[in-house]
C-alpha cells in the first residue's frame, strides 16, 4: 500500500495525516506543540508518525510543511517557531525515523493541496496565498512545488508594496519596510485602520463595522482590496498562474476574491485576464494534505517497495 503521511508543523499544533494510494483520508491527529522546545518537537512528530503507521499497520512516506524554510545548508530558516531555526530538521528527523524525508514551507504545502484536490484542481500553474498573521506563498507547476535556487520561491510577502496613496511605508521585522506583509496581514490591516480611521479595532470588529455601514471601515476594506489587487498583479506579471487561491485569516473577508479579481485588471500587463482568484476551499486541512502530497503514490510505492 502505497500509504503516505503529511505533518503540518505549526507553532501552536502539529497534525499528521495519512493518505492512501486514492488520495482518501485514512487517519488525522494533532497535538500542541512544544513551546521553543527542539528535541520535544522532533520527539512529537516522531511519536505521531510512529503511531499513525502502527494505527494503520504499514509503513508510510513522510512529507513535512513548516513555517520558514531550509536553506542550501540543510538548516531551516526564517521561521517564527523560532527554536526550529538554524536546526537541520529534516536531517535530523530523517535519522529518527530512519527514511529520507521531505520538507517544504506551509505556504507551498497550501498551494499544493489546493492544486491535488481543492480550489485550483487540476490547474498547470498556481500561485497560493496565505494572509494571515504574516503573508507568504507558494507556486505549483504542474502538480510540483517550485522551490527555486534559494529555496524561497512564492515568498511575496518581503517584497515591497507598489504602494500609491503617498502613506509612509511601515517598518517590517525583516529590516525592510513597506513590505506586503506589513499592510496585507491581519495585524497590518488592523494598524492601518488605527492610522487613518482612528480607531484601534481587530480585523473582525472592521468588517462587523464595515457591514453596519460605518464608513472608515468601509473605506479600510477598500483599501486592502486595492492593495491585494496591486500586490498580485506583480505575482501575474512575473508568474502568469492560470489560478490564484486565497488562504489564511484574511481570505475571510466578504467577498474578498471577487473585490480583488475587480481590481486587477487595471494593473496588469496585459488587456485580457485569464487569471481566476478564488477563496480556498480545503481550510485547515490544505497544509497536511499538501505535505503528504510532496510524495506521489507512484514515488510512494518505489520507496517503500524497497523496505
Known sequence: MALRIGIDLGGSKIEVAALDATGEL???????????????TLSAIGA?????????????????????????????????????????????????????????NDANCFALAEEQGGAACGAALVFGVILGTGVGGGIVVDGRVVAGANRIAGEWGHNPLPVADGLPPPACYCGRSGCVETWLSGPGFAADHRRLGGVACSPEEIVAAAASGDARALATLARYHERLARALATVINIVDPEVIVLGGGMANLPDLADEVAKRLPAHVFSPTLATRVVRHALGDSAGVLGAAGLWSVAEAAALLATG
Not at 485514512?26 to 520535544?40: E, F, I, M, S
Open 26 to 40: 485514512l487517519l488525522r491527529r494533532r497535538v500542541p506543540t512544544p513551546t521553543g522546545d527542539y528535541a520535544a
Open 48 to 104: 505521531l508518525v510512529q503511531g499513525a503507521e502502527a494505527e494503520l499497520g504499514a509503513r508510510a512516506t513522510v512529507g513535512i510543511g513548516t513555517p520558514g524554510s531550509e536553506g542550501g545548508d540543510g538548516l531551516l530558516r526564517n521561521s517564527n517557531s523560532t527554536c526550529l531555526n538554524g536546526k537541520p530538521l529534516r536531517a535530523d528527523l530523517e535519522t529518527l525515523l530512519g527514511r529520507p524525508l521531505r520538507l517544504a
